[in-house]
């Protein structure tokens, strides 16, 4: 059984509290005026350099998109993440643009705690799916893996439940991070007014918390019915979790593209994808992924894991490589069809992204496929583990970005910067997740022995 040494303990606590005085710092240096605002702004090296923003035909190019747009104006404001009532956008130029920007700087701390907090629970949630779809395939390769993926699920409940307390304190209006929440916002907009039915903070709240509630419960049970095999004289708990499988992945596949428009779409409210919960799944699915293979080389190295062999590891070095090339599907289909359509109120999602988030924009592209299908493409390369763990650490930082570019436009606009607050938030909850997932795995054996499979997972070879 693995024991969850005091270094790694004091490491993750370390982590934790790096990362707490990192968001602290974030909220504190936030501003409370539109003049601290305007000063912050001035002050700010990084603002209009770092960020990729162009100038010219390409600016020109964005007002006309904006100008061709029904709800122009309040589009302007949306899709740079303020809060201007479009009703009053020239009346009052100089007043909104300066409650704009400090909407936006307010944002900032809140943003990276949300990106960091729903990043760290996506993990979780794709591990899960990933151990759901070999119970009900019945994969006789993956039972030397699932303590390590059961460990990892353990974060999915308090990662899911620290984003619903910011959803929550979103909802009581302690941010501006979901602008559809502001009942002045909703008053001046028809598009949002005909999204209210879908778009109200008590019916936003008790979906979420159908969501939390149904994968968690999934879960528990899956890890007790896993528990309970070791010691059975039967295989009637191998078969219960068989049929809970599968009928969780039903519910998985509706409630995690509900959650996806919910949590993240719903962010930028005049724009939407069909293919955006498949977007999102394919980038948790491979996060989920890559950490079950970082996770198991760090147990293998430690002496743990002596069931687990190069040909299990060469498998999650394939399905890191095919759901990259997944993701990089699903995103290439997302972004030709809507820029060839070329809908001013669909295109001007990736025209702010390109312009203002040129780098994490593109450099994810980088990360998220270029990089790993260079590496992994190889298949002597998916046996070498360091070569995996080289690749997954990029793969993980990259889609960490990618969950960056999918909220910080909407919710700062082009005041992004990744510094102390951001920083923070990924090592806060960097730390949170090693210390629930490896005392998650220190409370039971690493090998799922009663399971009728595990036989034929100890002798995987080829």
Do not use: C
């Not at 620290?162 to 559809?180: D, E, K, Q, R, T």
């Amino acid at each position: 059984m693995y024991t969850f040494s005091n270094k790694l303990r004091n490491f993750s606590i370390i982590l934790m509290l790096i990362g707490f005085l990192g968001l602290t710092y974030g909220f504190l240096t936030a501003p409370n005026t539109i003049e601290q605002a305007n000063a912050m702004v001035a002050a700010d090296p990084h603002h209009g350099d770092v960020h990729g923003h162009s100038s010219g035909a390409n600016d020109d190019q964005t007002e006309e998109y904006k100008k061709d747009t029904p709800h122009a104006d309040s589009m302007k404001s949306y899709h740079n993440g303020g809060h201007e009532e479009a009703h009053n956008n020239h009346a009052h130029g100089d007043d909104h643009h300066g409650e704009h920007l400090l909407h936006q700087l307010q944002n900032k701390p809140w943003a990276a705690l949300y990106v960091a907090a729903f990043f760290f629970m996506m993990i979780a949630l794709g591990t899960l799916a990933f151990y759901a779809i070999n119970r009900a395939a019945q994969a006789g390769w993956s039972p030397a893996l699932f303590r390590v993926m059961e460990g990892i699920t353990a974060y999915l409940l308090p990662g899911a439940l620290i984003v619903f307390v910011i959803l929550a304190l979103s909802g009581m209006h302690f941010n501006h991070l979901f602008i559809w929440m502001d009942p002045d916002v909703v008053a001046h907009d028809k598009l949002i007014q005909g999204k209210v039915g879908f778009l109200n903070v008590p019916g936003f709240l008790i979906r979420s918390l159908i969501y939390i509630s149904g994968w968690a419960t999934y879960r528990y049970f899956s890890r007790k019915f896993s528990l309970a095999q070791d010691k059975a004289s039967d295989i009637s708990n191998h078969k219960k979790n068989f049929r809970i499988s599968a009928g969780f992945l039903v519910f998985f596949i509706v409630t995690e593209s509900m959650m996806s428009w919910d949590w993240i779409m719903s962010i930028d409210p005049h724009w939407f994808s069909t293919l955006f919960g498949w977007y999102v799944f394919a980038s948790m699915f491979v996060s989920g992924i890559t950490t079950i293979a970082l996770i198991t080389i760090y147990l293998k190295s430690k002496g743990y894991l002596e069931k687990v062999n190069d040909s299990h590891i060469h498998d999650l070095g394939k399905f890191m490589f095919g759901v990259s090339v997944f993701w990089t599907y699903l995103w290439f289909s997302q972004f030709m069809l809507i820029w060839y359509s070329n809908i001013p109120e669909e295109v001007t999602y990736f025209i702010t992204r390109i312009e203002d988030y040129s780098i994490p924009f593109f450099g994810m592209l980088v990360m998220n496929f270029i990089f790993p299908l260079l590496i992994l493409m190889n298949s002597d390369y998916k046996r070498v583990n360091y070569i995996i763990v080289m690749t997954g650490i990029v793969i993980i930082l990259g889609h960490y970005i990618d969950v960056f570019n999918m909220i910080m436009p909407s919710a700062v606009g082009d005041q992004w910067f990744i510094g102390i607050a951001e920083i923070g938030g990924f090592l806060f909850f960097m730390g949170l997740f090693i210390l629930i997932v490896f005392k998650e795995i220190s409370k039971a054996p690493l090998h799922a022995l009663g399971d009728p499979l595990m036989g034929e997972s100890e002798r995987f070879h080829y």
